[in-house]
């Protein structure tokens, strides 16, 4: 299976392989989402540390079960062979109405078919009140017109 584009990457490439994976994210849909991860595919986000496919559908079908009204933007920070960083931001509720914007970085490798082998997640949650909220776009895709992290001055 291939999932283009392949590295190594370009700055077109890795802007458009970041914003796949945003879309993907925004969809909410773990097995989909997982078809962009090798079945083998080594994950660390926060203090969890698994691999597989099947584990990252577990994981986030856990994540969107709890991060309600889901709202994610991506942006690219360097790139290199087959090498992306970015950083993000999203924004959620819990079940009890508390709003949160969570920050973080993440470092993906990619193998030659473009799919993601290893991603490595560092993420910081901030409480903020409704009315502090940026993401205001309805739940799925981030309109391509809607501004992104640096737009928004984070």
Excluded: C
């Excluded at 990457?9 to 849909?29: C, H, I, L, P, Y």
């Amino acid at each position: 299976m291939s999932r283009p584009p392949l590295p190594p990457f370009n700055v077109e490439t890795a802007k458009q392989k970041v914003r796949m994976a945003e879309d993907g994210w925004n969809g909410r849909d773990p097995e989909k989402v997982s078809l962009a991860y090798t079945p083998d595919s080594r994950w660390r986000n926060r203090a969890e540390i698994f691999e597989g496919r099947e584990n990252i559908v577990q994981f986030l079908t856990r994540k969107w079960a709890k991060e309600l009204e889901y709202r994610l933007i991506k942006e690219l920070w360097a790139f290199h062979e087959n090498r992306i960083a970015v950083r993000f931001a999203y924004e959620y509720r819990d079940d009890s109405g508390n709003w949160f914007r969570a920050y973080g970085n993440e470092n993906w490798e990619f193998d030659e078919d473009g799919l993601m082998r290893h991603r490595v997640a560092s993420i910081n949650d901030k409480p903020i009140s409704a009315e502090d909220r940026l993401f205001h776009w309805p739940l799925g895709r981030r309109p391509d017109d809607h501004p992104g992290l640096s737009d928004l001055g984070l």
